[in-house]
C-alpha cells in the first residue's frame, strides 16, 4: 500500500483519496471486492421489488442517534419492518423514537397494505453497548415483550483522533476497542444464545475497508476492524443451522468519522440518507448462505 498523502484544507486532501481508494473508511479492498455473494446477486432481484412486499422483521441496531444508524433505523420504518435501537444519547433517542412513529404513521397512511409495522413496535433506548449488564437488560426485556429481532446490526462505533499510535492517549485507545470490538461481543453474548433457541437469525457486524487494510494514524480504528472480520468469521464456524453473521463494511459515507479523518473532503461522497436504502436492502436479503462472508454496500 501507498503511504496516505496529506492534502489542503483536511488531514487527507481530495488527491489522496482519489489515489488511495482503497484506504478509506469503508473503501472496498480488491480481497474482498472480488468475492460475489449470494446477497450482492439478490440485490438486482429485491431492488424491483416493493418494500412492503417484504415479510416484516424485527431489527436491533445499535448506533442509532447518527450517521448510519440513524439512516438505516428511518428506513427500516419506511419499509414496514420494527426497529429496536440503542444509543448513548437520550435527547437524540427519543427524538428518533418520535421520528420513528411519524415515519410508520405515514407509512400506514399511504399504503393499502398492512404490513406496516405499528408505531408502538418501534423501540429506542438509552444504552451503551460497552456495558454487558446494560445490554443483557436490554435482550431480557426484548426476550419478555416478546420483540426479540430476526436481524441484528452492530453498528455503534467510534474513532481515534488522528495521531500516531504512541501518542493515542490509552483511555482513547480503549474507548475504540471497547465500544467498536467488545460491543458486538455484548451484543453476541446475550443475543445470540436467543437466537439459537429459536432457530433462526442474522447478525451484521458493521465493518469497515480499514479492516481488509490498514492506514497511517487510525491504527486503533484499524486494529478494531481487523477484529471484527476476525470475530465475525470465527463465530461463523461456531453457528448451528439456520443462523448467519456476517461483516458488512458499508462503503465510503460522509459521517462524522468520515469528517473526523478526511476534513472538508468528507463531503464529496454520499450522506447516509442516500447509502440507506441500497444498505437496507441488501441486510433484509441477507441468508444463512452469506454466513461468514465480508461485504460491502
Known amino acids: 500500500m501507498k503511504p496516505l498523502k496529506r492534502g489542503r484544507g483536511s488531514h487527507f486532501g481530495p488527491l489522496a483519496l482519489a489515489g488511495e481508494r482503497m484506504e478509506g473508511i469503508g473503501f472496498v479492498c480488491s480481497s474482498a471486492a472480488t468475492r460475489t455473494t449470494t446477497a450482492t446477486k439478490r440485490m438486482s432481484t429485491a431492488a424491483g421489488m416493493k418494500a412492503e412486499a417484504a415479510p416484516r422483521k424485527t431489527v436491533l441496531v445499535t448506533g442509532v442517534s447518527r450517521g448510519l444508524g440513524r439512516a438505516l433505523s428511518l428506513e427500516l420504518a419506511r419499509r414496514g419492518h420494527a426497529v429496536i435501537g440503542c444509543a448513548r444519547?437520550?435527547?437524540?433517542?427519543?427524538?428518533?423514537?418520535?421520528?420513528?412513529?411519524?415515519?410508520?404513521l405515514d407509512a400506514s397512511s399511504?399504503?393499502?397494505?398492512?404490513?406496516?409495522?405499528?408505531?408502538s413496535k418501534h423501540l429506542i433506548i438509552d444504552l451503551d453497548v460497552r456495558s454487558d449488564s446494560g445490554v443483557q437488560a436490554l435482550a431480557k426485556l426484548l426476550m419478555e415483550t416478546k420483540r426479540l429481532p430476526d436481524i441484528i446490526v452492530n453498528n455503534a462505533g467510534t474513532i481515534n483522533k488522528n495521531n500516531k499510535i504512541w501518542e493515542v492517549p490509552a483511555e482513547e485507545f480503549d474507548m475504540v476497542m471497547d465500544t467498536n470490538v467488545k460491543g458486538i461481543s455484548n451484543i453476541i453474548r446475550h443475543f445470540l444464545p436467543l437466537m439459537i433457541q429459536r432457530k433462526n437469525g442474522i447478525i451484521v457486524n458493521m465493518s469497515s475497508g480499514w479492516g481488509r487494510s490498514a492506514a497511517a494514524e487510525v491504527?486503533?480504528?484499524?486494529?478494531?476492524?481487523?477484529?471484527?472480520?476476525?470475530?465475525?468469521?470465527?463465530?461463523?464456524?461456531?453457528?448451528?443451522?439456520?443462523?448467519?453473521?456476517?461483516?458488512?463494511?458499508?462503503?465510503?459515507?460522509?459521517?462524522?468519522?468520515?469528517?473526523?479523518?478526511?476534513?472538508?473532503?468528507?463531503?464529496?461522497?454520499?450522506?447516509?440518507?442516500?447509502?440507506?436504502?441500497?444498505?437496507?436492502?441488501m441486510i433484509l436479503n441477507l441468508t444463512t448462505e452469506d454466513n461468514g462472508a465480508s461485504l460491502t454496500v
Open 89 to 104: 444519547s437520550p435527547d437524540k433517542v427519543q427524538a428518533l423514537q418520535h421520528e420513528l412513529m411519524a415515519v410508520s
Open 110 to 119: 399511504s399504503s393499502s397494505s398492512s404490513s406496516a409495522s405499528p408505531p
Open 219 to 281: 491504527a486503533p480504528y484499524c486494529a478494531s476492524k481487523w477484529a471484527v472480520e476476525g470475530l465475525t468469521k470465527s463465530v461463523a464456524k461456531e453457528l448451528p443451522p439456520g443462523l448467519a453473521i456476517v461483516a458488512l463494511s458499508p462503503g465510503v459515507i460522509n459521517t462524522d468519522m468520515l469528517v473526523s479523518c478526511f476534513g472538508s473532503s468528507a463531503s464529496l461522497y454520499q450522506t447516509p440518507e442516500t447509502w440507506a436504502p441500497n444498505a437496507a436492502t
